[in-house]
């Protein structure tokens, strides 16, 4: 690589891996690292809250998981991981289950004591067979797991998530979900899970850590900024980086009610006490997440931060219930909708991207995708890898 001086645009981890990788493979340059936001991490950001001293997930849950070697060595590189597996939990209809689907949850939902291959005859019973191919969410699940799963533990929550009904929205979500005929309720399928013991922003600040990664928080880029780099990396909103001049990608946004039970007072009234032999306890729901699928429950999910480090102890508890809503021009864009009206304006944009030299697109806003952590690592890495 000829180039010298590099800028990256974005903290989170598709930018910070991007900047390490490269001033270790080339040690002759050095890398800018921008962002507007006043810590890295991007959305992966944690911070302690200063009250309870729980490890706050602080723009939603996030649990590492990845089946990539490569990404799993590299992480731990720059964090202590501690064995996390995420066993979400739903309540519909006033009862509470296990999700992803499993043996257990079709047990408990249809009152019956299947043995695995039992469970996938009585649900190929369910399963809609008219539907050849299925053309959207609604058909994928009615054709997968049949109407009453699908009503009790998707329909709802989908609406409420994406903002609109289930067959608009395409079949390729629904596929992404695991149905278990056994009792494994990890919610994940890879090798390698975990989440780092000291939360993600400690991780992200290690990894551009090195004398040759020069970052600069609170400072919004701008195009005229790339002049005086070699090359720019850019990990933002396509859209933004044109001046939204073709129009606006949609995405959804959540936002969080937030509840603190804090050790000593009382006047938190959802909470559930436990005592242990000297000290109050608060343990709001028992569980990490909790999704509540049902359309007449204006929330789609709460989330209960201590249970995501359960190597902690905290006495005081901290729960965020999460709302989902269209985002609007001052809001967090969270989900790419990938509508097949943004698809086509997405094609507009990455063809004038594909015309700029010297400049990259990397990570889930800058390519629209909704993208996992491991995986804007591992885009990162092969990045870097083709220099
Ligand atoms: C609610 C939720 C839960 C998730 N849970 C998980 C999970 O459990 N496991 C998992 O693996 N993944 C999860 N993800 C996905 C994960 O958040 C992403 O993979 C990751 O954040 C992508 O990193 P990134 O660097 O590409 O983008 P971001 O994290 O969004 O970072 C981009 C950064 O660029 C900055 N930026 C943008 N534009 C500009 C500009 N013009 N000037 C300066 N700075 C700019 C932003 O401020 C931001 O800090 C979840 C996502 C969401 C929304």
Request: aromatic share 14%; net charge neutral; hydrophobic share 35%.
């Amino acid at each position: 690589m000829t180039h010298k001086n590099i800028l990256i645009v974005g903290a989170g981890f598709s930018g910070a891996t991007a900047a390490r990788c490269l001033v270790e493979k080339f040690p002759h340059i050095r890398v800018t690292v921008l962002d507007k936001r006043s810590h890295t991490a991007g959305n992966c950001h944690t911070s302690r809250d200063p009250v309870t001293g729980v490890m706050l997930h602080v723009y939603g849950p996030h649990v590492f998981h990845t089946d990539r070697q490569d990404v799993w060595n590299f992480v731990n590189r720059f964090a202590v991981f501690r064995p996390f597996i995420l066993r979400t939990k739903t309540t519909t209809r006033g009862e509470a289950f296990g999700l992803p689907i499993n043996l257990h949850t079709i047990n408990q939902f249809f009152r019956k004591n299947f043995t695995p291959q039992e469970a996938r005859d009585f649900i190929a019973t369910k399963a809609d067979k008219s539907i050849i191919e299925a053309q959207n969410f609604e058909e994928q699940a009615l054709k997968f797991i049949g109407p009453e799963l699908y009503y009790a533990f998707f329909r709802g929550y989908t609406m409420k998530q994406w903002g609109c009904d289930p067959k608009m929205l395409p079949a390729s979500i629904l596929k992404r979900l695991p149905l278990r005929f056994d009792y494994n309720d990890n919610y994940f399928n890879d090798p390698y899970q975990g989440i780092p013991e000291q939360g993600y922003t400690a991780m992200v600040e290690n990894l551009l850590d090195d004398s040759r990664i020069c970052v600069k928080l609170n400072t919004e880029y701008v195009r005229d900024m790339s002049a005086a780099y070699d090359m720019t990396i850019y990990t933002g909103e396509i859209d933004r980086f044109f001046a939204y001049d073709e129009g606006r990608l949609r995405y959804r946004t959540v936002f969080w009610k937030t509840e603190k039970a804090i050790a000593s007072q009382t006047e938190c009234k959802t909470s559930t006490i436990t005592t242990s032999p000297d000290l109050k306890v608060y343990d709001l729901q028992g569980t990490a997440v909790m999704n509540f699928p049902d359309p007449d429950v204006p929330f789609t999910r709460k989330i209960e931060h201590k249970h995501f480090a359960p190597w902690e102890t905290h006495a005081g508890s901290v729960l965020y219930t999460e709302f989902s809503k269209e985002t609007e021009a001052d809001d967090t864009p969270y989900y790419p909708k990938r509508l097949s009206s943004d698809l086509l304006l997405l094609t507009k944009y990455q063809k004038r991207a594909s015309e700029l030299p010297n400049i990259h697109f990397l990570g889930r806003l800058a390519t629209y995708r909704y993208m996992d952590m491991h995986q804007v690592i591992g885009e990162a890495l092969d990045f870097v890898h083709v220099q």
